[in-house]
């Protein structure tokens, strides 16, 4: 999934033999209850070429919410248009336990009613003796109810299943980034001295729901999270873009390991139909895409020419920067690189 192309007269955009363009939400679509700049209709624009539909980790709602919600930005959305984390986690969880059996839901209507739907019977307590533990975000949750998981998987790992939808450590809301899936999982792994099965993004279960539902032979994978986003897109073979309206930035962009990195980096999704420019090098090693060139020297990170567009300059730096296989911690960064 490099970014190099071949020197062409008209650069393809990232759209191009693309038959299922797949987006994330939060800072991507969203942030809070707001839509993102430019989001709504170059996702719109999208539609015309492609089928668009919407991958998420969030298990507090379901695909029926989500596409209402949606839909209320402007977009055309149906519910099996939204694929969730606590769809690909009672896929995961239907290998696990026998059919009809009773499961302790850690989590709010978007994952239970999954589970129910799903032939399972919902219970909330440990002393229902449930025969597996799933667990997502809801932000209702509490003490109460991540002692309940712990209960129920008291034994370590010889006790019953444990699914978790997603380990995100965070998620942005309309105040700022707040703890995610992960921290109320990790808070349960600390009590009981085991892990989950994960569903969500960055394993690759979820990515695969979602190519099969749709048929993609050709998708495209748009996120704000390198660990997440990105990382699950390269595992499941997808190609992926990084729109710099979310989680990530500059600063993780160029920290990122061969695993993370992704395919395009946008500064918002109008650069979805826009020619995506070549990454080439230049001699005495200098990185450069349209107006903007980096080189790496030894430890030094130096700009040679800034370019007209910060988002070159940025992308020019990251693949000076990976290239150069020196860690980001050895390396003198400009600080306006990341800033």
Known sequence: MALFRARSNARPTPLDGVD???????????????????????????AEAARVAYITNNASRTDA?????????????EPREVVTSPQAAVRLLAGLV????????????GLSSVVAAAGF??????????????????????????????????????????VATNMDWTIPVARGIAPGNGTLVSAVHNAVGRLPVVAGKPEV?????????????????????????VLGARRAG??????????????????AGPDS???????????????????EKARGGVTVVRGAAVRVDGTTVDVVRDGDDPVDLLRAACHAIWDSGVAIYALDVPERLYR
């Open 121 to 162: 019977t919902v219970v909330s307590s440990a002393d229902d003796e449930p025969a597996a533990v799933i667990q997502g975000f809801a932000p209702e949750l509490g003490w109460k109810d991540l002692a309940e998981a712990s209960f129920a998987l008291a034994g370590g790992d010889a006790g019953i299943p444990w």
């Open 238 to 255: 997808i190609d992926s873009v990084l729109v710099l309206t979310g989680i990530d930035r500059a600063k993780q962009l160029l920290a």
């Open 65 to 77: 919410a989500v596409a209402a919600q949606l839909r209320g930005f402007g977009l055309a959305v």
């Open 205 to 229: 279960a979820i990515f695969e729901e979602a190519r099969a539902r749709f048929g993609a032979t050709k998708p495209l994978f748009i996120g704000d999270r390198l660990d997440t986003d």
């Open 20 to 46: 299922v363009v797949l987006a994330d939400l939060d800072g991507v679509v969203y942030k809070g209850h707001e839509a993102i700049p430019h989001a709504v209709e170059s996702l719109n624009r999208a």
């Open 261 to 279: 990195r992704p395919t395009y980096i946008l500064e918002d999704l109008r650069g979805l139909h826009e020619p995506y420019p070549a990454v």
């Open 98 to 109: 026998p059919p009809g059996a009773r499961i302790l839901v850690i989590g709010g209507e």
